[in-house]
């Protein structure tokens, strides 16, 4: 095969689908190098400016050299630079010294590589955390509108995925909206306890700093403050090795694994309703479900969330692992893991809510195709209740349970063997020893009185719950999203 040609170079590379097909530009711009690269540069200007304000000879001047090159990378010299040195930071160290002349001599002052690495790294979960949180509100919002419309909606329940006991489309909707709302609060908890790495030095020991203000602690702890609330953080952590600790990736990548969790259940919900034709995600007007089979309807949306959140929560393995084999301060065996994990994290994750939101935006309900299968089990759920308006009418209630007994297998036989419909309320009309009870028989077989508080819950959950949580993003619920693919 020819070699490709300039233009076609991109496509001749591997290209990650999480970016190239399905992230947002947001946060594919959160895990970019020129977000990284960016935030570098501007923890170098915030050391600098706090050892200025400490005392350190450090001038006006040289402050303003660098706010003036923030964004002014040659990417191409820190890349040659970077093959040289084999040194990533020390390579856009010397690319911001080019364009900072006047400032070469203190840019770094008295800090390790992950003095801007580990803190970027902190900067870019705390922004994935801010990205994510709005577009998961989104969905919980679009799940409860949802929720509330088919509040009282009668659909048939299943446990085992066996007939089960009547519950309404709104209130099996509250399940999903009930799980989202848990990882919503943990996300919120994983951002806010969130702290900076601060300035600490090559083992944490804050030594350099300690040695550039010659002795003065109040002044090293000052300049782990000062720096730690221009990053726009409350807190640093106190003590660090080289590194802040692993087990903060741990945190961070667990609830986005439970969050995986959570969409892969509702998706496969949706699948299972897709195929008992009762909901369906959306389907486009010239979309095709199958090459062969021009008839289908694949659910492909909430397909690819349950491909996509297996991934996500697969990805939790890698911090595990990594926190538990950090010797002593640290050991470089994390860097290359974490360059692909935290971010495809946080990529999966933004990817599976917007398509989430999509599905939640146009589900579909076919209320005869759910009232025909209640129509199918509701004659034997409603025994019970045949039984006690008979006793009420003057009946023996063994009687009554043995003919009904007899009644239903008769019926099952007709719909298990026959493949025919369920006729034990024909049979129970037919039958004169129900007599009494013939007139009730509607009643009796009203779907809405088997499903309980269904309705008061699902209103319940939503007044107390669900929007009070979501008052904090008020605002940022934006419009209905497309997908491009």
Same mark, same amino acid.
């Given at each position: 095969?020819?070699?490709?040609?300039?233009?076609?170079?991109?496509?001749?590379?591997?290209?990650?689908?999480?970016?190239?097909? $399905?992230?947002?530009?947001? /946060?594919?711009?959160?895990?970019?190098?020129?977000?990284?690269? +960016?935030?570098?540069?501007?923890?170098?200007?915030?050391?600098?400016?706090?050892?200025?304000?400490?005392?350190?000879?450090?001038?006006?001047?040289?402050?303003?050299?660098?706010?003036?090159?923030?964004?002014?990378?040659?990417?191409?010299?820190?890349?040659?630079?970077?093959?040289?040195?084999?040194?990533?930071?020390?390579?856009?160290?010397?690319?911001?010294?080019?364009?900072?002349?006047?400032?070469?001599?203190?840019?770094?002052?008295?800090?390790?590589?992950? $003095?801007?690495?580990?803190?970027?790294?902190?900067?870019?979960?705390?922004? &994935?955390?801010?990205?994510?949180?709005?577009?998961?509100?989104?969905?919980?919002?679009?799940?409860?509108?949802?929720?509330?419309?088919?509040?009282?909606?009668?659909?048939?329940?299943?446990?085992?995925?066996?007939?089960?006991?009547?519950?309404?489309?709104?209130?099996?909707?509250?399940?999903?909206?009930?799980?989202? @709302?848990?990882?919503?609060?943990?996300?919120?908890?994983?951002?806010?306890?969130?702290?900076?790495?601060? *300035?600490?030095?090559?083992? #944490?020991?804050?030594?350099?700093?300690?040695?550039?203000?010659? +002795?003065?602690?109040?002044?090293?702890?000052?300049?782990?403050?000062?720096?730690? =609330?221009?990053?726009?953080?409350k807190r640093a952590y106190i003590v660090t090795g080289q590194t802040y600790s692993?087990?903060?990736?741990?945190?961070?990548?667990?609830?986005?694994?439970?969050? +995986?969790?959570?969409?892969?259940?509702?998706?496969?919900?949706?699948?299972?309703?897709?195929?008992?034709?009762?909901?369906?995600?959306?389907?486009?007007?010239?979309?095709?479900?199958?090459?062969?089979?021009?008839?289908?309807?694949? !659910?492909?949306?909430?397909?690819? @969330?349950?491909?996509?959140?297996?991934?996500?929560?697969?990805?939790?393995?890698?911090?595990?692992?990594?926190?538990?084999?950090?010797?002593?301060?640290?050991?470089?065996?994390?860097?290359?893991?974490?360059?692909? @994990?935290?971010?495809?994290?946080?990529?999966?994750?933004?990817?599976?809510?917007?398509?989430?939101?999509?599905?939640?935006?146009?589900?579909?309900?076919?209320?005869? *195709?759910?009232?025909?299968?209640?129509?199918?089990?509701? !004659?034997? /759920?409603?025994?019970?209740?045949?039984?006690?308006?008979?006793?009420?009418?003057? #009946?023996?209630?063994?009687?009554?349970?043995?003919?009904?007994?007899?009644?239903?297998?008769?019926?099952?036989?007709?719909?298990?063997?026959?493949? &025919?419909?369920?006729?034990?309320?024909?049979? *129970?009309?037919?039958?004169?020893?129900?007599? !009494?009870?013939? &007139?009730?028989?509607?009643?009796?077989?009203?779907?809405?009185?088997?499903?309980?508080? =269904? !309705?008061?819950?699902?209103?319940?959950?939503?007044?107390?719950?669900?929007?009070?949580?979501?008052?904090?993003?008020? +605002?940022? /619920?934006? #419009?209905?999203?497309?997908?491009?693919?």
């Amino acid at each position: 095969m020819a070699a490709p040609g300039a233009e076609e170079d991109a496509l001749a590379r591997y290209r990650s689908p999480l970016v190239s097909r $399905y992230a947002s530009a947001e /946060m594919a711009f959160n895990f970019s190098e020129r977000k990284k690269f +960016g935030t570098w540069r501007r923890l170098w200007l915030y050391l600098a400016q706090a050892e200025k304000s400490l005392g350190l000879p450090i001038t006006d001047e040289q402050i303003q050299e660098m706010e003036a090159n923030l964004d002014n990378i040659d990417f191409q010299m820190a890349a040659e630079e970077e093959k040289k040195l084999r040194h990533d930071v020390m390579a856009h160290v010397h690319t911001f010294a080019h364009c900072c002349p006047k400032a070469a001599a203190i840019i770094h002052l008295g800090a390790t590589s992950c $003095y801007v690495g580990d803190n970027t790294d902190l900067i870019v979960l705390r922004d &994935g955390f801010n990205l994510l949180l709005p577009k998961l509100a989104r969905v919980i919002s679009r799940l409860a509108d949802f929720a509330e419309k088919y509040a009282e909606l009668p659909t048939l329940g299943f446990t085992h995925y066996q007939p089960a006991q009547l519950t309404t489309v709104g209130k099996r909707c509250c399940l999903w909206i009930q799980d989202l @709302c848990m990882d919503l609060q943990k996300l919120e908890r994983a951002r806010d306890d969130l702290r900076f790495r601060g *300035v600490k030095g090559t083992t #944490g020991t804050q030594a350099s700093f300690l040695q550039l203000f010659e +002795g003065d602690h109040s002044k090293v702890e000052e300049l782990d403050r000062l720096v730690t =609330a221009k990053a726009g953080f409350k807190r640093a952590y106190i003590v660090t090795g080289q590194t802040y600790s692993r087990k903060v990736d741990i945190e961070v990548m667990s609830v986005l694994a439970s969050l +995986g969790a959570s969409i892969h259940k509702i998706c496969t919900d949706i699948r299972l309703l897709a195929n008992l034709k009762e909901i369906e995600e959306p389907f486009e007007k010239d979309q095709i479900g199958s090459s062969a089979m021009p008839y289908k309807r694949n !659910p492909m949306r909430s397909e690819r @969330c349950c491909s996509l959140a297996r991934h996500l929560m697969a990805l939790v393995l890698d911090p595990l692992q990594t926190a538990s084999v950090q010797w002593f301060e640290r050991t470089l065996d994390d860097s290359a893991n974490r360059r692909v @994990c935290l971010a495809e994290a946080f990529l999966t994750a933004d990817i599976i809510l917007s398509t989430l939101q999509n599905i939640s935006e146009g589900l579909v309900v076919y209320p005869k *195709v759910i009232a025909r299968r209640i129509r199918q089990e509701l !004659p034997f /759920m409603a025994t019970e209740n045949i039984i006690m308006a008979m006793v009420k009418a003057g #009946g023996n209630r063994q009687d009554c349970h043995e003919k009904i007994r007899v009644l239903s297998q008769q019926a099952a036989a007709v719909v298990k063997q026959e493949g &025919g419909d369920n006729d034990l309320i024909d049979r *129970v009309r037919a039958d004169p020893y129900f007599s !009494p009870i013939h &007139g009730h028989l509607e009643s009796l077989l009203d779907p809405s009185s088997f499903t309980g508080r =269904a !309705p008061q819950q699902v209103a319940k959950f939503l007044k107390e719950e669900v929007r009070p949580a979501l008052v904090p993003y008020q +605002g940022k /619920m934006g #419009g209905k999203i497309e997908l491009a693919l």
